[in-house]
């Protein structure tokens, strides 16, 4: 098991004893995160990782999963579509059965002194607060920035009720009249998809594939999915092919549930069967290794997002010292100072140039993936997301611009 | 000729849910945002890229330059100078005169592309004691090597401007000591022009210099 003193080499003493100084606040308080899934997701993921962390910082914290059938899930299911502005119907049916779902497990529950819940799934389980009291913060994972106006509407009369809502970046805050708190997602330095490797096994990840490490490799890790832009990455590859030489990798899951994925799958099967330099990689979920391994070999690595959620496979590709190029769209403006820690482009044009001028001038690309490095150091790991946790659970106690603990 | 108590400062990021797609935004919510917001954007660059270089891109200059693409007004908003104001009134009205005076010299508007607006946001500040002390200017060389960042940051940065002590934490006790000349220069010093790794190894090498006087 992974233990809060392993961060030490990574992050420094200071920031660890830091965290201890914020836990010993919190003593005598109970923490319970409540979502919708016990695995699979970012936010089980990070949950499963952060809970024996803060525990064995003393904090007492709990993780409790709502319980929903078919139906539900389905409606929350059109929930997230509808807020990442896929058009979708939700019948008068569907909502009151979304609430009659979370009244239910309302009373399932025994609720802590803060209770912290995530995603819009749990949401309405704050009609509690008025009868229990607590503390009550929502932390919003997805997208926000256009909701669909109903599903937004509905959702809202539960988010006013609580003290405070989290975002993981500023263009998915609202105008509310409760208190907004950034904190963006994080990665964990020593989980599979990020802890160091030896060229040993990058090298034999590779071989797998069949791709030549003596030649640059230009990578993009995502789903294959009309909002990562596949295709726009093949076509700004070709470009930049005209002068120099190399080879593309597209590795990622398949599952999507963009209703036009399969065409742009086969339009991208297509492609890669036009050209032996294109490796089109479909992994299965268990696949952290190799895409650790496929980060770390690649020369460039490429999110040519059109719109993204906060975007971390930009922050692991960084922090493998990576030159990144990436569209500047949801969180990875934050995770990118152009020119400074990577760069960020708008067009397939611009993408196609700045892979031609990383591969050219490696000494400008091997400094801005230090630079990269330093900024996920600083600002994009799992002890940061600790710190910004346990000042999110400090501020429910305590006023004012600066605070004296 | 008390000890020296290490603070840090932690901070938490608010987002007040506005935005601004051109200059005339950008005044506008630089007039009304409170001192926290004008604090947290002249001052996230330097925390968040501590390594990175020890220029002081405040958040309005880069946000100017390389969204807008006003190189021009950009530099003048990076070169507000925030070392010389002891409090973030002053900084806010020195911001608001660039942004009228470029509005008033041109009739050049620019809007920038969906996606990229300006988000106001601010911070709380939460502050707790270390546990390191002092006892001595040769003790303070030692902590001050190792304290986190944050420490440093905040009896430098959050010390002089936010909290109005008019100078920084650690001049002041140099005073105290007695050690007047180690005291005026580390008053001196431009901290903006560091990185904070790069300040913390000035701070040492400072106390070596006229410790050993």
Redesign the interface.
């Known amino acids: 098991m992974i233990r809060i003193d392993d961060y030490i080499p990574i992050v420094g003493e200071a920031t660890i004893e830091e965290l201890g100084l914020l836990a010993t606040r919190l003593r005598g308080k109970t923490v319970q995160h409540i979502n919708s899934t016990a695995v699979g997701g970012g936010v089980a993921e990070i949950l499963s990782r952060m809970i024996p962390l803060l525990r064995e910082l003393g904090v007492n914290a709990l993780w409790d999963v709502i319980k929903g059938d078919e139906k539900f899930f389905a409606t929350t299911k059109k929930f997230h579509n509808g807020l990442h502005g896929v058009s979708v119907e939700i019948g008068a049916d569907e909502y009151e059965h979304f609430l009659e779902v979370n009244r239910y497990n309302a009373k399932q529950l025994n609720f802590a002194d803060i209770v912290f819940v995530h995603d819009p799934q749990p949401v309405a389980l704050v009609e509690e607060r008025a009868a229990l009291g607590k503390n009550w913060v929502w932390r919003c994972h997805i997208d926000f920035s256009r909701p669909d106006p109903e599903i937004w509407r509905f959702l809202k009369q539960f988010i006013m009720r609580y003290e405070a809502a989290v975002f993981s970046a500023p263009a998915f805050s609202r105008r509310l009249s409760i208190p907004q708190v950034l904190i963006a997602p994080s990665i964990d330095p020593l989980s599979d998809k990020n802890k160091e490797l030896d060229e040993k096994t990058i090298d034999a990840v590779f071989a797998r594939f069949g791709i030549d490490r003596t030649r640059a490799v230009v990578t993009q890790i995502s789903r294959f999915d009309f909002l990562k832009d596949p295709l726009g990455v093949i076509k700004a590859y070709k470009l930049a092919k005209e002068h120099v030489d190399m080879q593309l990798v597209l590795a990622g899951g398949g599952a999507t549930d963009d209703p036009e994925g399969p065409v742009i799958m086969e339009q991208v099967k297509a492609e890669a069967e036009k050209d032996k330099d294109i490796f089109v990689l479909f992994l299965p979920p268990a696949s952290d290794l190799e895409i650790n391994a496929l980060q770390r070999g690649s020369t460039v690595i490429l999110q040519k997002s059109l719109r993204e959620g906060f975007g971390l496979t930009v922050s692991e590709a960084l922090w493998k010292g990576k030159p990144t190029i990436a569209g500047a769209v949801g969180g990875i403006p934050l995770q990118i100072a152009h020119k400074y820690s990577g760069i960020l482009t708008h067009t397939i044009e611009g993408t196609a140039q700045w892979i031609k001028q990383l591969i050219g001038a490696p000494e400008f690309a091997r400094r801005l993936g230090a630079n990269g490095k330093e900024h996920i150091l600083n600002n994009f790991l799992i002890t940061r997301h600790i710190k910004d946790y346990l000042l999110l659970f400090l501020s429910l106690y305590n006023e004012g611009d600066v605070v004296y603990l | 000729m008390g000890s020296f108590q290490f603070f ?1 400062k ?10 601004a797609k051109t200059i005339e935004e950008l005044l506008a919510g630089i007039r009304s945002v ?3 917001s004008i604090y947290f954007h002249t001052h996230r660059f330097l925390q ?6 020890p220029e002081p891109p405040n958040d309005f200059a ?1 946000w100017v330059t ?1 969204v807008l693409g006003d190189d021009a007004l950009g530099e003048r908003l990076w070169s507000v100078d925030t070392v010389r104001f002891n409090g973030i009134g002053a900084l806010r009205e020195k911001l608001i005169d660039v942004l009228e005076n470029h509005l008033a010299s041109t009739g050049r508007r620019i809007e920038c ?1 969906d ?3 300006f ?1 106001f ?11 390191y002390v002092a006892h001595s200017v040769a003790e303070f060389a030692e902590v001050v090597s ?6 440093i940051y905040f009896h430098v940065f ?1 010390a002089k401007l ?2 109005k002590t008019g100078e920084n934490d650690f001049s002041r006790w140099f005073r105290d000591q007695g050690k007047t000349a180690l005291a005026n220069e580390s008053k001196r010093l431009d901290p903006y022009s560091y990185t904070l790794d790069g300040l913390r190894r000035q701070l040492v090498a400072l106390v070596k210099k006229y410790d050993s006087h």
Request: proline share 4%.
């Open positions: 840090t932690l901070d938490q990021t608010l987002l007040l849910g506005s935005r409170p001192d926290s968040q890229h501590h390594f990175l270089s880069y390389n592309v996606g990229e607006e988000h946001m601010a911070c709380r500040t939460f502050v707790l004691p270390t546990g190792k304290v986190s960042i944050n420490s959050d936010r909290l």
